[in-house]
């Protein structure tokens, strides 16, 4: 068992795990961009098929056109809280790749799964340097291809991330001011099966 961050995990898992969390109230300050690269480094140190490595960020820095270029994607509630994130990420997977000693590029299996064992690592390595990364497919997806030019085939726009440090709830409306709590987990046993596939 492992207490942290007003969560009980039934092992002892590390506390990072349970540190994680996705806020939506952020401080608004500046993030250095050389501290979002290390983040997104991160992301590119995870493992994927063939290490084909599909993943694809782009990302806006608050307070630079480029943030006011990415955050149109984000739907009108995820705009209501990412305002004050530091920076917000666009996660593409690249659909297709050649496997060794091909040339000829084929459709990965896995390419949404690497991409999301990349958004898993971003969100421990920012939470490792203070910050919080918060996870969204609440975003306009035609608006995302246009904006960025993103090809009809051969991309999947898997999610946006708004990363930044938590900042002070009351800035938010009532509603989402209640939900700004680190969130629990069904029990292990019911998502956890030794040897017989059990729902
Ligand atoms: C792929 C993905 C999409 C999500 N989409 C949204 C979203 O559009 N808006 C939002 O406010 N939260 C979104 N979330 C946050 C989840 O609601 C949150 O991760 C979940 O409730 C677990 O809480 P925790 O991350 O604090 O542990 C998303 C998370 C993930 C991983």
Redesign the pocket.
């Known amino acids: 068992m492992t207490e942290s961050n007003h969560r009980i995990s039934e092992y002892d898992v590390d506390p990072l795990f349970l540190n ?5 109230a952020f401080s608004g300050e500046a993030l250095d961009e050389q501290a979002l690269l290390t983040i997104l480094d991160a992301g590119h140190w995870a493992p994927s098929a063939f290490n084909s490595q599909p993943w694809r960020f782009v990302y806006a820095l608050r307070d630079t056109p480029e943030w006011d270029k990415l955050f149109p994607i984000l ?1 009108d ?2 705009q209501s ?1 990412a305002k004050t994130a530091s920076a917000i990420v666009i996660l593409l997977s690249k659909t297709h790749f050649a496997a060794p000693g091909s040339s000829e590029e084929k459709l990965s299996y896995s390419h949404s799964f690497d991409a999301g064992a990349a ?1 898993g690592a971003i969100a421990l390595q920012a939470q490792l340097l203070g910050l919080q990364a ?6 306009h997806l035609d608006k995302a291809r246009e904006i960025l030019a993103i090809p009809e085939d051969g991309f999947r726009v898997e ?1 946006a991330i708004a990363i930044g440090r938590p900042g002070d709830k009351t800035q938010l409306p009532d509603h989402l001011q209640g939900r700004e709590t ?2 629990p987990r069904r029990p292990l046993a019911q998502v956890a099966f030794n040897g017989s596939f059990a729902g």
């Open positions: 994680r969390w996705s806020p939506r739907n509630f995820n809280w958004w918060h996870g969204m497919t609440g975003i999610a680190p969130s």
